[in-house]
C-alpha cells in the first residue's frame, strides 16, 4: 500500500534544517523537452507570488535518478510534503501521515478539505489522484485568493504539538513547503478528522506546482 511506501522514505529522509543539506522525497513529474520554459515561466511566477518551491529539472538519459526520463523529455523533481515528516522523525517527534486531500482557500486562507483520500487504503498516492481529475486551482488561488489546492494531513501527539510547531517554522523557512496549518489538540484540522490524543498539522503538497503547469 502507499501508506507502507511512504513510512519507509520518510524513515530514510535526513536533511538537515542547520546545514541545509540531506536526502529529501522528491515527486518526479516528465514534460515533453518543448513545454519545459513555459513551465518554468509558470514556476517563477509562483515564486513571485509566495508559492516557492525548490526543483531539479533532470535531461533525458540520466543516470543518476530513480526515475528513467524518456526521450523527448525532461524531468521535474518537486520536494514532497512528506519530508516534513521525515524532519520531524529526525527531531524524535512521532508522526502518522493520515490524508491526501484537496484544500479550498478564501480570501488567501485555508478554510476546509473538500475532498480526502486515506493513504492506508490505496496503492496510489492521493496527490496524482486529484490531479488526474483536474480539479486543482492554484493559479486562482495566487491570482484571487480563492480556490483548491493539494495539501495532506499528518497527526502528531498532543504533547509534541509545540515542538512540532517550532520545527515546522523552520521547514517553511528554509523552502521544503510553503504552507503548513496546525490544528488544536485532538480536533479536526480544516474538517479533517484528528485521532483522540492527536493533533492534525495540514501541509500543502509539493506537487502544486506541478498542477499549475497542468492548469
Given at each position: 500500500f502507499m501508506h507502507a511506501r511512504i513510512e519507509e522514505m520518510i524513515y530514510q529522509t535526513d536533511f538537515d534544517l542547520e546545514k541545509e543539506r540531506g536526502l529529501v522525497i522528491a515527486n518526479i513529474t516528465t514534460i515533453k523537452k518543448e513545454d519545459l520554459d513555459?513551465?518554468?515561466?509558470?514556476?517563477?511566477?509562483?515564486?513571485?507570488?509566495?508559492?516557492?518551491?525548490?526543483?531539479?529539472v533532470i535531461e533525458e538519459g540520466a543516470s543518476d535518478h530513480a526515475v528513467a526520463v524518456p526521450e523527448g523529455h525532461v524531468g521535474i523533481a518537486t520536494i514532497c510534503s512528506a519530508t516534513c515528516d521525515g524532519i520531524l522523525l529526525k527531531h524524535g517527534i512521532p508522526v502518522n501521515?493520515?490524508?491526501?486531500?484537496?484544500l479550498r482557500f478564501?480570501?488567501?486562507?485555508?478554510?476546509?478539505?473538500?475532498?480526502?483520500i486515506?493513504?492506508?487504503g490505496t496503492t496510489i498516492d492521493p496527490m496524482k489522484i486529484f490531479i488526474s481529475w483536474n480539479t486543482t486551482s492554484v493559479l486562482d488561488i495566487?491570482?484571487?485568493?480563492?480556490?483548491?489546492?493539494?495539501?495532506?494531513?499528518?497527526?502528531?501527539?498532543?504533547?509534541?504539538?509545540?515542538?512540532?510547531?517550532?520545527?515546522?517554522?523552520r521547514v517553511v523557512a528554509v523552502g521544503i513547503t510553503d504552507y503548513?496549518?496546525?490544528?488544536?489538540?485532538?480536533?479536526?484540522v480544516l474538517g479533517a478528522p484528528v485521532a483522540a490524543g492527536m493533533t492534525g498539522i495540514s501541509v500543502s503538497a509539493g506537487l502544486n506546482s506541478i498542477a499549475a503547469i497542468q492548469e
Open positions: 513555459d513551465a518554468l515561466q509558470i514556476l517563477r511566477y509562483l515564486s513571485e507570488h509566495e508559492m516557492d518551491c525548490r526543483i531539479k501521515i493520515n490524508y491526501g486531500g484537496m478564501d480570501k488567501n486562507q485555508a478554510s476546509h478539505y473538500t475532498d480526502l486515506a493513504y492506508a495566487v491570482e484571487t485568493g480563492a480556490g483548491l489546492l493539494l495539501a495532506n494531513v499528518r497527526a502528531v501527539p498532543d504533547l509534541a504539538r509545540d515542538e512540532a510547531s517550532k520545527i515546522l517554522d503548513v496549518d496546525i490544528g488544536d489538540p485532538h480536533s479536526p
